[in-house]
């Protein structure tokens, strides 16, 4: 395949070396390349009938009795009515490229039959007991889900969100290491409960009460954004605009991101810790990723502290990075808990936290109880998905059409001066837009919002992170195409020319 932007050349490279506004060089003759619509792929399937209210009778429900809290997306908020793999349908018909997957939570393809017929069966069956009774199905998904990890995490606990699980994942260690403090990255998310929210440290989450207390922030050694960075630093088919002149082997931002760390041990905790948080790649602040080593080296320096180590697998998870089945594989770590949910169930409600024996007995000198959690129905879909998985090849697929489609995203990065930085690996990938690279200040939110729009406009949905909201987030199903990959890129690449264009009308 040749690729949705081969056919462009060099027309737009160069562009850092010019004025402001003169992405607009040579537009006139560029607008034929743009004009025609990017033609959507084909789909075989057709939704069913929408039955349900008029779509304003709705919006007014909503507005009146849904939490204002509850957001939505776009300016006119999609009404769904039926999802099929990587494809979701409004209630007019409407057909869309699923590339957030529910917030990263489809993971092997909206309604896939396998799972849905696994989860049909068992309705009919047994529903709930809670854990004061024996299923087989708890047991039976225990045994399938440890296989996939390393000795000695073999200990499963099973909840219902990301955040239950990272709940638990720091309940269990301060009773395991009789410590209490914890660090987590600046620009991580692990959970908007009164507890996880300590943990997680992004502005637009964080209420005005008190919580999270002996939850300590570190500076995120994010390479693009951050102090430090260069051209060789991450584990990702694409690298950051950045130079650097390291030798093959060493990285200087990474030593000096590890002093950062040092420091935070050496000045906001205390000389015995709990334990430290992170995501192998940050998923709500946009595909951060951190340079090679990092974690590898501030795991060793946790240890020395008494503290655990948690890998918050929640978005990272189950294949999506393509190279490794968990995220922290690919940092070379093995975590002493494991947190997991979203593309566990395929959107179907659970979570798990994996962790040692030990550090598992810790939880049973008291008791300890989830009402729903591991329930029959849950258990079922939870092994389907990881069959699914393994029978459709998906974690290869994630890494062979996510590095296809980095690659595609890094030649309009090359070619167009808002686009700072593409990253990511596999299926978690990170468009990071500004000003201009040299500054790398933040895109207005109204002009990311314009792309988002036409984007949406033309059949592809992107979701948005990032402190400023300044990062679109792709993270589909892992049953997408190259051929889905063209048609995404195509789309972007067709709404960031209409931003120029708007952008040059009003100059």
């Known amino acids: 395949m040749a690729g949705a932007l081969g056919r462009l050349g060099p027309l737009w490279a160069g562009s850092r070396r010019r004025q402001p506004g003169s992405d607009i060089f040579r537009q006139q003759e560029l607008k034929s390349t743009f004009a025609r619509q990017a033609k959507m792929p084909p789909c075989d399937f057709s939704p069913a009938k929408y039955e349900s209210y008029p779509y304003e009778h709705l919006l007014k429900i909503r507005k009146q009795n849904v939490s204002p809290s509850l957001v939505t997306y776009y300016k006119k908020p999609l009404l769904l009515h039926q999802g099929h793999m990587q494809w979701l349908f409004d209630y007019e018909g409407r057909r869309y490229l699923d590339l957030f997957a529910g917030i990263v939570t489809v993971s092997v393809g909206h309604c896939h039959p396998k799972v849905t017929a696994a989860a049909q069966k068992q309705l009919d069956r047994l529903w709930h007991t809670t854990n004061i009774y024996m299923h087989p199905s708890i047991q039976e998904y225990a045994e399938k889900l440890t296989a996939l990890l390393p000795d000695p995490l073999k200990v499963v606990y099973l909840t219902n969100s990301g955040s239950e699980a990272n709940d638990l994942a720091m309940f269990m260690a301060r009773l395991y290491t009789r410590n209490f403090d914890l660090i987590c990255f600046r620009g991580g998310y692990h959970g908007a409960s ?161 962790t040692k024996p030990e550090i598992a007995n810790s939880l049973a000198q008291n008791l300890h109880f989830n009402t729903f959690g591991g329930n029959p129905v849950a258990c079922v879909a939870g092994s389907a998905v990881l069959d699914v998985i393994a029978e459709a090849g998906l974690q290869k697929n994630s890494e062979e059409v996510g590095t296809y489609m980095l690659l595609e995203f890094a030649k309009l990065r090359d070619n167009f001066e808002i686009i700072g930085d593409v990253r990511g690996k596999g299926l978690m990938i990170g468009i990071e837009m500004v000003k201009n690279k040299d500054s790398r200040q933040p895109l207005p939110a109204e002009e990311m919002s314009e792309i988002w729009e036409d984007c949406k406009d033309m059949g592809v949905l992107l979701g948005k992170g990032g402190i400023y909201g300044q990062t679109f987030r792709i993270k589909p199903p892992m049953c997408i195409t190259k051929q889905d990959a063209d048609f995404a890129v195509e789309v972007f690449h067709a709404a960031v020319m209409r931003h120029l264009e708007r952008t040059a009308a009003k100059d």
């Open 194 to 354: 009164p507890y996880a929210l300590g943990l997680t440290s992004i502005g637009s989450y964080k209420h005005g009460v008190a919580n999270g207390f002996g939850c300590q922030t570190t500076m995120l050694p994010d390479v693009f954004r951050g102090p430090w960075g260069g051209s060789h630093c991450r584990d990702s088919p694409v690298q950051t605009i950045r130079k650097c002149s390291c030798s093959q082997g060493s990285c200087e931002a990474n030593d000096w991101y590890i002093e950062q760390f040092k420091d935070t041990l050496d000045t906001c905790v205390p000389k015995k810790i709990a334990g430290f948080i992170a995501e192998p790649i940050q998923g709500v602040n946009g595909a951060v990723q951190y340079p090679k080593g990092f974690l590898k080296k501030a795991f060793q320096l946790v240890h020395e502290r008494g503290g655990v180590c948690i890998a918050d697998e929640v978005q990272t998870g189950f294949g999506r990075t393509g190279s490794h089945f968990w995220g922290f594989q690919t940092h070379d770590i093995v975590p002493d808990i494991v947190t997991m949910a979203k593309g566990i169930g395929n959107g179907f409600p659970m979570a798990a936290v994996v």
